[in-house]
C-alpha cells in the first residue's frame, strides 16, 4: 500500500468542481429517474438551458457515473481494503448523517425563503447556509479521502486521479459554455 499522505485541497476552485459534480450527478438522477420510470425522456432544462450548456452538464454526468461503475472492475479492492474503508466510513457515519439532514433542512429554508420573498435578508441567509454546508461537505469529504487515499495502491491512485482530470475538464467545459 502507499504510505504518503494526500494534503487536504482547500482551494475553492476545487471544492466548487467538486460540489458541482455532486450536484449534477445527484439534479440528474432526481430528474432523469422519474422521467425514466414513466418510459419518456424528459429534460426539465429543454427550452430554458441552451442545449449546449444541457449536453455539456449531461456528459459531465455519464462520465462521473461511468467511473464510478467501472471503478471495481478496473481496479477492484481487497478484501483488507475494503474493510479499512468501511471502517473509515462508519466511524465517519454520525458526520455524514448529519451533513445529508443539514442539506436537505438548509435546501428546504431555502425553498420556503425564497417563495416567501427571493430578495429578503432570510433568504440571502438560508443561501449561506446552503454554501456553509456544502464548504463542511467538501471538507468532511476530503478528510475522509485522506484517510482512504493511503490504502490505495499506486495504481488505483492513478485510476481516481486521471477519472478525476477527465471529470475537472469536462466541468470546466460545462462551465465556460454556460457563459455564452
Excluded: Y
Excluded at 429543454?46 to 452538464?57: F, H, Q
Excluded at 471495481?72 to 479492492?77: G, I, Q, V
Excluded at 487515499?149 to 475537472?168: F, Y
Aim: aromatic letters at 2%; glycine letters at 4%; one cysteine or more.
Amino acid at each position: 500500500m502507499c504510505g504518503h499522505h494526500a494534503a487536504i485541497d482547500p482551494n475553492p476552485k476545487h471544492i466548487m468542481k467538486s460540489t458541482l459534480i455532486l450536484l449534477l450527478i445527484g439534479l440528474s438522477l432526481a430528474t432523469a429517474t422519474p422521467a425514466m420510470a414513466l418510459g419518456r425522456k424528459a429534460d426539465i432544462g429543454a427550452g430554458i438551458v441552451p442545449e449546449e450548456t444541457r449536453s455539456s452538464a449531461r456528459e459531465v454526468i455519464r462520465t462521473a457515473v461511468r467511473h464510478f461503475l467501472n471503478f471495481r472492475k478496473e481496479t477492484p479492492l481487497s478484501d483488507e481494503q475494503k474493510a479499512s474503508i468501511s471502517k473509515i466510513l462508519q466511524e465517519h457515519r454520525p458526520e455524514i448523517q448529519a451533513q445529508l439532514a443539514q442539506g436537505r433542512d438548509a435546501r428546504r429554508a431555502m425553498e420556503t425563503a425564497a417563495r416567501e420573498n427571493a430578495t429578503s435578508p432570510a433568504t440571502k441567509a438560508a443561501a449561506e447556509k446552503i454554501g456553509d454546508i456544502a464548504r463542511d461537505r467538501a471538507l468532511l469529504m476530503a478528510r475522509i479521502s485522506a484517510k482512504v487515499r493511503p490504502l490505495l495502491t499506486p495504481e488505483q491512485q492513478k485510476q481516481i486521479e486521471s477519472a478525476r482530470e477527465e471529470i475537472d475538464s469536462l466541468v470546466d467545459a460545462a462551465f465556460a459554455s454556460a457563459g455564452r
